[in-house]
């Protein structure tokens, strides 16, 4: 009886220790969440509000079902958080296919949508790997105010040529080395300009265009100020600027099913109209929060 009942108790024992593990026998075991893969997703973003609430978006949808999420907002420019991204202390970051291609290769000839987001994924690190695109595009853009484009009769980048050598640029300093950006206009237009000024993306960028600190600047096509300032876009008839569909940039590690379903579910739901309806509500007299504007735009879109 003894030997009966020490036999009983091990075989017991053993079972729960198999279910403690999460074993195969777990009856519990296809009802356990599987969203993160048990693991936090760091969400990352850079140092311009569109990519804060684009990264915010992206965090909430997935607590929404059930992931783990950490956020480390405003990293800077791509040349400082793709290193958080290579080593794996970021998970996770709202990208712009044209640019990001570039970054990878600069020399990457497409400029067309689905050529550009045919090329990524050959292009990217071994551990990163694009999710969908989304329908919204934000490009970068030489914009200067309605005064500057009225005075030289300017409509596109090619108009400005013979003016490039009297004209103050303004961008962020990265720009100065992006092969889109200064390098690119000089290449693709034989632009030379006067001088360079240094600026943070948004409101400061546009305080310089105003105010007459620059003469152009390079401005994110979303952004809210365009309109509200009646700035103008110039065209960009050579393409130097390629097409930048916004797209969930992630660890291979942490692309579950889940966190592809809901993001990819996110991005079905992002146009350009959408995007600058989004910058508009951030830019509102009461400056709401970012997590308060991405709560509410999930919630109307029923995610």
Not at 160 to 184: K, M, S, T
Not at 260 to 273: C, G, I, P, R, Y
Request: proline share 5%; net charge negative; with cysteine.
């Amino acid at each position: 009886m003894k030997r009966v009942i020490a036999g009983v108790a091990t075989a017991l024992a053993a079972t729960l220790a198999v279910s403690a593990c999460g074993g195969s026998e777990d009856p519990l075991a296809e009802d356990q969440p599987t969203g993160g893969s048990g693991d936090t997703i760091t969400v990352g973003s850079a140092n311009f509000p569109e990519s804060q609430l684009l990264a915010e978006i992206y965090a909430q949808a997935l607590e929404a079902k059930g992931v783990t999420v950490e956020r480390q907002h405003d990293l800077g420019s791509r040349e400082k958080y793709m290193d958080g991204l290579k080593d794996g202390s970021i998970d996770l970051i709202p990208e712009y296919t044209g640019v990001l291609l570039q970054f990878f290769d600069k020399s990457a000839p497409q400029v067309e949508a689905e050529e550009v987001y045919a090329a990524l994924p050959a292009a990217l690190p071994e551990n990163l790997t694009v999710l969908d695109k989304a329908a919204a595009e934000d490009k970068d853009a030489i914009v200067v105010t309605r005064e500057t484009a009225d005075k030289w009769d300017l409509k596109s980048i090619e108009d400005l040529v013979p003016h490039c050598g009297e004209v103050v640029f303004g961008g962020p300093p990265e720009i100065q080395e992006r092969a889109d950006g200064i390098p690119g206009i000089k290449e693709t237009y034989n632009c030379t300009f006067k001088s360079f000024s240094s600026l943070e993306p948004g409101a400061i960028t546009t305080k310089a265009l105003l105010d007459g600190t620059v003469q152009a600047a390079d401005i994110f096509t979303t952004d809210a100020a365009i309109e509200a300032n009646d700035l103008v876009v110039l065209e960009d008839p050579k393409n130097n600027f390629a097409a930048q569909n916004v797209v969930p940039l992630i660890n291979k590690d942490k692309a579950s099913d889940t966190v592809k379903e809901t993001l990819n579910a996110v991005s079905a739901k992002l146009d350009t109209e959408t995007l600058l309806d989004l910058n508009a509500r951030l830019n509102a007299p009461d400056k709401p929060e970012y997590a308060d504007v991405a709560k509410e735009w999930l919630g109307e879109v029923g995610l």
